[in-house]
């Protein structure tokens, strides 16, 4: 997670960087530790220290660092020839180094060779099979492939060991709303939950898959958590207020005919067509007649 | 007690200097003989799975008002079945850490690998101190103290009349010892600072006291 400050030292230091006022390997150092994706950027300043043989000699043995740093973000940027420049670098430097021997197998990923960085990858993890970073490569490979199925499993397996890791979780939900298969993303998104109880997001994502999911109990467990996720923005979120209009009138529709046993909810859908329209009112007062036809035709708004 | 004492510019020259040199060389001699000695442990993965488990499992503990019931239970079976739960550990198979530590050689020799980085030098520095320079005043800082620093500045100097802000060479010695940390994390980078001190203190158990570190 990046921090607003250290975001707002990022940028500094980006524009900084950018009308050519130094503090260029300050810049590059803090994208690493941040672990933020501006390979462009990396690319283009990390070169221009690369290409200075005198700047280059300064940092001493952060050099190799930034040949990694660079090769990565040439292979991100589809400069292959530099990637490939760098890490030859660094082959001659350390020829026996599993970390060289990653990055040769992520430039034949990119190169779109997926034979041959398998089959790296594969011997690699012979070696050191507790290397995360090379099993979520796999995951990434199989994804460029298409083949969704073979992500899962190797996903699986990663999740088996590092059941801790959470951006695992988050994709492997993703993967599994992409193949339809919302019972199991349902599951990825309650580990989210708990581990991050404070996110909106995760209660949204995990509404929208029960919602999907349908059944009465699960539409109301959905209409539960778009009401977390109210309450976690402040009332902010114009997802979750749609979501538990769509909800309350979903349950309406299978429980036609039964005695209502609960009796919040028509209280609870009127208050979010309220808010929405409130929004609407604020923000977009053209659109507020089809708002209101949309709630009409839900008849959640009486 | 109110006359200067004078030291003598030689003392300055052959113990004051030469002894914060001496520091400062053994430090990061120190350093990278631990440098080599090192040896990259691979994780067992075993261990890194237990890691993760507790990991998971304490969220859940925290977390578990967030989740619907039915999704509470299953997880919780998951975790504490006693077939095959990830937490159950049958009856009298717990082993105990100490147990442990001592199956495994590698353990064991690493942390003796560690303290012996530690202990030799320091003993062997200590030893000189104490045999060449033990029991003369080395330097006079430059502000006045309180009684109770005397422990800490004059240790091997038995005089209750010499004023407090002269400094024994003994203690000059542990002054370096724990003083030169910024400065071996300017000379060998951030990261690699020989944190003695630190070390130290988880020794002793945290309450860290010069005069008692003498007494060993």
Redesign the interface.
Known sequence: MVTKTEETQLNRLESQVEHGGGGVWEYLCLVRKLKVRRSDKVLKHGLSILNDPKKRSSLGPDEWTLYEQVAVAAMDCQCLDVAKDCINVLHKRFPDSKRVGRLEAMLFEAKGSWEEAEKAYASLLED???DPVIHKRRVALAKAQGNMLMAVECLNKYL??????YDAWRELAEIYISLQMYKQAA?CY??L???Q?TVPLYHLAYADVLYTLGGLENLQ?ARKYYS?TIDLTGGKNNRALFGICLCTSAIAQLTKGRNKEDKDSPDLSSLAAAALEKVYKQGASDKLPILTLALKNLRVSS | MAEDLVLDTAIRDWVLIPLSVVMVLIGILRHFVSKLMRSSQVPDPKIVKEGQVIVRARNLRAGANFIPPKAFRARRVYFSNEENGLLFVPKGQAQNAQAQMFSDPNMAMDMMKKNLSMIIPQTLTFAWVNFFFSGFVAAKIPFPLTQRFRSMLQNGIDLSTVDVSYVSSRSWYFLNLFGLRGLFSLILGEENATDDTQRMMQMSGFGFDPSKILCL
């Open positions: 050191n099979s507790l088996n060991i590092f059941m801790a890791d599951f309650e580990e939950v708990l581990s109880p467990t977390s």
